[in-house]
């Protein structure tokens, strides 16, 4: 090597040659750091750290090809059959309704390559073809798939502008990162309705069997009918859109009868890349996922569409107490939580312009807030309290108490649709809104002179219309922790003790409600139904108290702080400048409480339970008409609580007194198949 001696004199080290090795330094300092802990200097992130071993790292290096991933190159102009081109089509609805379910774009729309081809197939810009093959034409690319690939981005797009209003969150309850993709956001949605209605008729003019014409126009009128349904404004004509929804429902009935097969060399397989994203500038690492089945894909579908009648009953039904059941319900029946662009667009139409439901000013609120809640026309509490206004008359709080109200009931109407951990973090903050209302309408009326008892009962009822709505609320708040799992054993009997207490405050409030109010209202009714299903639900969390009180085993200590945090959202500070909260959160009160309540002789577990089921069976054979449209599901709510009622009743003691020999362990909380309550295996 002698003669190349001086070879390095050609090239400089970077940073010079007299560099020092500091390995030991460096594994001497690593000594005195404790596990798991970084040191970043100025400038260098974990990021920078990350990327030493991110390449070639098949985990991490998302461009990284292995050998089974290579794929042949896609030509956009590759002739196809009609069926494969139908097979195209029903894989752009199954990349759409992936994205609803909370994928990202370049996981679902966009692994479908003829999104980043509409160029290549604009028969504008292409020469004529001279020799072409009459069963697989050149059009069926550029016209027939390029009208649904308008179509579908549009969609997105139209989806994107709802999901982007913040009544939904962002890559909590969908993923909105476009990836410097088009959705033709500056494209009207009529020109792609005409694109689509063009294609049809390129397909009605064709040589093909009649039988592949219907197949194709069957697709394409359902991209356009759903186009439709995006665009369409729920709150100016619900006939006309039941009749759209209707259509789209039998178009996709047609769709599902003629399912398309494409044999393993076909082309049209390479039209589908779940690497794209790869190849698009993303802001997280995107995981490949496989999209569902054919028929998976139309089932969702039919519900993406049936959430939409769900839609035009809500705005056909102007009433508080409609939309807060039909959301309640879909919670306590365990279905499954509607699509995000449902869930936002319910929430812009219940209220969005300073409008409510469209055509109805703010003042609305507080007049079907007090209607619905305490059976008491807003018009009659106006005045009964000019008559006992005394003189001379004092300053009003009757605008502050207006826009507060205003602002509480719009997000917990609109809370019946986030997601459910969401919902229930939403209704915590609400608790102490309904009190902060509650303690100023009390020390409102505390001023007011009442010139006849009718009067003094109007105006003892106004503070209860915001006690009723704590109450509610602190019930959901309890309940959909054991929907969601939150609870340990432990926990599970303070927390079905202190529901009871809520229970009871709540029940008494209504009795004390229900003889000012008119029998022949909405609200009555309600309250009545209120009045017996709580408490049957009351004599079920007792029952419940008495079989779990056994899983008790911690320190108090620890039970003491483990309620501090469970209950947090009605310990808060603000609650001392209030009127005392009713039940009061005294977890001192439950040991004497429950050593009280074992050793009541004449108590029977198992009777409780049968009373509470007959009391829901009879209230699920009763009419709901002032709920409407959601009075099925109401019934079919109480029978499955009464149907809960019913298993656990059969183990369940016949007294207290053989509560020692009860065997907690074949209580399962199963929330697939109840909520609330514990599941017996049969």
Known sequence: MAEYSGFDDWFEMPGGEDFVDVTDVLVAGARDMESEEVLLMDGFTLMDAMSAFEIGEPR??????????????????????????????????????????????????????????????????????????????????????????????????????????????????????????????????????????????????????????????DRLLLRKAILQLYRYNFLNDTAQARVEIAASLGLLHRVRGSQPEVSPGSPALLAMDPYIARRLPNFMPIRVTELPSQDKTWDMLQVFLEYWQEVVHLVTSPSLLTWEVAGALRFALRRSVPPPFHRSLVQSLFFDNNAVLGSHQLGWLVEHFYEETIGIPYTTILKAIERSTPQPEMASMRDVIERRIIKIMIPHVRSNWFNPPRRRRHLMKDVLQWHQLYDMLLKDIEHYQPPDERTAQILRAIPQAAQLRRLSTSREIILSGFQQELYAPEEKPIAYWYLTRILDVHIGCIEDLLPIIPTDTPTFCELLFQAEHLSALQMISTTLVALTAASITSPWHRISLNFLRRYKWVFKTEFDALVPVKPEPDLLAFPDSLKQFLLDELYSPSASLQLARDILSHLAESPHDWVGHWAPDRREYLRSLAEACNNLGRIAPASLRELAGFNLAPLKWIPDVHPWIPTVPS
């Open 60 to 217: 991490l290096d998302s461009g990284m090809i292995l050998e089974e991933q290579r794929r042949p190159p896609f030509d956009p102009l590759t002739p196809l059959l009609p069926e494969e081109v139908c097979w195209i089509l029903d894989r752009s609805f199954a990349c759409e309704m992936e994205w609803h379910t909370g994928k990202t774009l370049s996981q679902s729309v966009f692994t479908l390559l003829f999104v980043h081809h509409l160029p290549d197939i604009n028969p504008e810009y292409l020469p004529p073809e001279e020799f072409e093959d009459p069963t697989r034409p050149r059009w069926l690319i550029t016209v027939v798939i390029r009208a649904a690939i308008l179509g579908l981005l549009k969609c997105c797009d139209l989806a994107w502008r709802e999901l982007s209003k913040n009544r939904v969150h962002d890559v909590e309850d969908w993923q909105g990162e476009k990836c410097d993709v088009s959705l033709l956001e500056g494209v009207n949605a009529e020109v792609i309705s005409r694109i689509l209605d063009m294609a049809c008729d390129w397909l009605r003019q064709s040589q093909f069997p009649e039988t592949q014409v219907a197949a194709l126009c």
